[in-house]
């Protein structure tokens, strides 16, 4: 529920796009603009932690956030320049997992 409140709430404020909105959506698991954990089209890759997020784009290119592991990832790229029927999925997944992977070790 929403409260209306002349003292800020950050805290409230900073949760909404983090937590689960689509209660109603069969399988869906997205906060405001981002992809949770759980998703069908998540693209955190399997080491990444359960509460991380994340936003992607047309061309290729994703945003994953992980506050539990102090990461944030970014991948730019341009899927568009081989042609539009390539998927840059599994891509994404692999990058998420090479870049936690890398600071696990660290």
């Known amino acids: 529920t929403w409260m209306i409140s002349s003292e800020p709430q950050p805290k409230i404020i900073c949760s909404f796009p983090t937590r689960p909105c689509t209660d109603g959506v069969p399988?869906?698991?997205?906060g405001l603009g981002w992809v949770l954990r759980g998703d069908p089209f998540?693209?955190?890759?399997d080491l990444l932690s359960p509460v991380a997020y994340g936003h992607?784009?047309?061309t290729g290119t994703?945003?994953?956030?992980?506050p539990e592991l102090e990461l944030a990832c970014v991948l730019?790229?341009?899927?568009?320049?081989?042609?539009?029927?390539?998927?840059?999925?599994?891509?994404?997944?692999?990058?998420?997992?090479?870049?936690?992977?890398?600071?696990?070790?660290?």
């Open 27 to 30: 399988g869906g698991c997205r």
């Open 42 to 45: 998540d693209a955190a890759g």
């Open 56 to 58: 992607t784009g047309f």
């Open 62 to 66: 994703s945003l994953y956030i992980d």
């Open 76 to 106: 730019l790229t341009n899927r568009v320049h081989y042609g539009r029927d390539r998927s840059v999925a599994g891509l994404r997944a692999k990058f998420h997992n090479t870049v936690a992977a890398a600071i696990a070790d660290a």
